[in-house]
């Protein structure tokens, strides 16, 4: 969080590293530390994302590039979540397109929402699901509204009850 820990020494008004005769103990380690941790990033990593940040030689550099690199910063993750629920808020069935299609497409809007922090309670995940079917689905929708408790039933539920159709 605070960056690496480069043993450094000040000579006049310029900070340089301290060659290696002069580390102490917690020098060693916190050498060692970025260097564990610099490691473990790496194997974590596809090729992409390792090439992205292979060049860099700290623990924190690394951390702060896939950090811009996968969430955003604060202004792109801000216009990513306004994208994200203009779409799931204008989400419907389009026509002659199969549940399955449909629910893979719905479950990676809701999960980029919840990725970026913005989350919906089950019922409304589900009422909206229900609201976005096409009309030849109308009379399944109604049965299920009547017969199911819209509380509990999980979208994946909902979404069997549509594929033993």
Not at 69 to 74: A, E, F, L, M, V
Not at 126 to 134: A, D, E, G, I, P
């Amino acid at each position: 969080m605070d960056g690496p820990s480069i043993p450094i020494k000040q000579e006049e008004e310029l900070f340089i590293p301290k060659s290696k005769k002069k580390w102490n103990e917690e020098c060693r380690r916190s050498i060692q530390l970025n260097a564990k941790t610099m490691h473990t990033l790496f194997c974590a990593l596809g090729l992409k994302e390792y090439n992205r940040v292979s060049s860099y030689s700290n623990a924190k550099q690394i951390w702060d590039k896939l950090e811009v690199t996968h969430q955003g910063i604060s202004q792109v993750k801000k216009s990513k979540v306004g994208i994200l629920t203009l779409t799931y808020e204008t989400f419907k069935m389009k026509p002659k397109e199969y549940i399955k299609a449909m629910y893979n497409q719905f479950t990676i809007i809701t999960n980029g929402l919840n990725s970026c922090g913005k989350t919906y309670l089950n019922e409304e995940v589900v009422k909206k699901m229900l609201k976005s079917l096409s009309k030849s689905w109308e009379a399944k929708v109604t049965t299920i509204e009547e017969a199911k408790n819209l509380e509990t039933l999980t979208l994946d539920e909902l979404i069997g009850y549509f594929l033993i159709r």
